[in-house]
């Protein structure tokens, strides 16, 4: 089966700024996948050369296929792109601006799937009203609908619920997780680590424009051992046995981090011995955050150690 997205050896650098250095990527058709990393990762770079916004210094991009640059216009009817930016054209309403962005791809009868997008995406309400008297989360759907009118085979989401309410985010991903179940490919960029582990079954991790990690996210948290645990104690002080498993403190809780769970009884014991009372305890599985702030620390800590010293 060919990818949804194939990236060979992608180089781009602006200037002496090197944002993509060497990234070789595969996306397999009907996977919901996530491109996580840091602000100034490349993600946004990648995501623009794949869409023909971007031109890389060297290396390939093809999107079903299609070479994004010698097959350009093959390549953009395949993909739909959801922007970070909210950009929109102030002089027409919702149905007007789905109809010209219909246009751009030769779509002449589309109507009826201009009113099932409008409908999933909760816009019936604006259908008719002018784009510049919308709320921010309001054009954030109309960029997911523009996204959707020529019902690409792969959609690309790069950041799509930044700034949106939850009853925006929750419709947008019911709508989203359909294209999916119909065989549509999702490719995910967020910052809301929660979204990406309940909705994708794979990923990439950037830094500095290289991919650190890429596996399946049952496997990346699978490599990660113990468990947290979130404390709440009257009197409120940690015994000082229990301060070197110490990780953080949020308000009046200590947070706890575990190799083990064998470690509980130790923790339990303690706080027996120093004859604390529990008001509250949780426990905590890693997730895909724990997994997300080991790998970047990593790599920022094999950074360090190859710095040669002058």
């Known amino acids: 089966m060919i990818p949804a997205i194939e990236v060979k050896q992608m180089h ?59 097959d350009y216009r093959e390549a953009r009817r395949m993909l739909g792109v959801v922007p970070q930016e909210l950009v929109f054209d102030p002089f027409f309403t919702v149905r007007e601006t789905l109809a010209i962005q219909s246009g751009y791809y030769g779509l002449k009868n589309n109507k ?57 985010r929750q419709g947008l991903w019911r ?46 948290i699978s490599g990660i051992s113990g468990c947290s645990v979130r404390l709440r104690l009257s009197p409120d002080t940690l015994p000082p046995a229990l301060q070197p498993l110490m990780s953080r403190c949020e308000a009046e809780y200590y947070i706890l981090a575990l190799d083990e769970y064998s470690q509980l009884e130790q923790v339990m014991a303690a706080l027996r011995t120093a004859g604390s009372q529990v008001l509250e305890m949780q426990v905590f599985q890693p997730d895909l955050e724990e997994v997300f702030v080991k790998i970047m620390g990593d790599v920022e800590i094999r950074e360090a150690v190859a710095v040669p010293i002058t």
């Open 175 to 220: 709508f989203i997780r359909e294209l999916n179940r119909d065989g549509h490919t999702i490719v995910l960029t967020t910052h809301y680590l929660d979204e990406a582990e309940a909705l994708c079954s794979r990923v990439a991790m950037l830094k500095q424009g290289n991919i650190v990690a890429l596996d399946s996210i049952r496997n990346l």
């Open 112 to 168: 009826s799937w201009i009113d099932e997008i409008i409908h999933h995406l909760d816009l019936a309400d604006k259908a008719d009203a002018n784009m510049r008297t919308l709320s921010g989360g309001m054009k954030r759907r109309v960029l997911v609908a523009q996204a959707l009118v020529h019902k690409p085979p792969v959609i690309v989401l790069d950041e799509p619920t930044a700034g949106v309410d939850v009853e925006l």
């Open 12 to 70: 781009k650098c602006f200037g002496k700024l090197q944002a993509l250095a060497g990234i070789d990527l595969e996306i397999k058709t009907g996977e919901f996948f996530a491109l996580l990393g840091p602000n100034g990762a490349g993600k946004t770079t990648l995501i623009n050369i794949i869409a023909g916004l971007t031109r890389a210094t060297s290396g390939s991009a093809r999107v079903m296929g299609y070479d994004v640059v010698a």
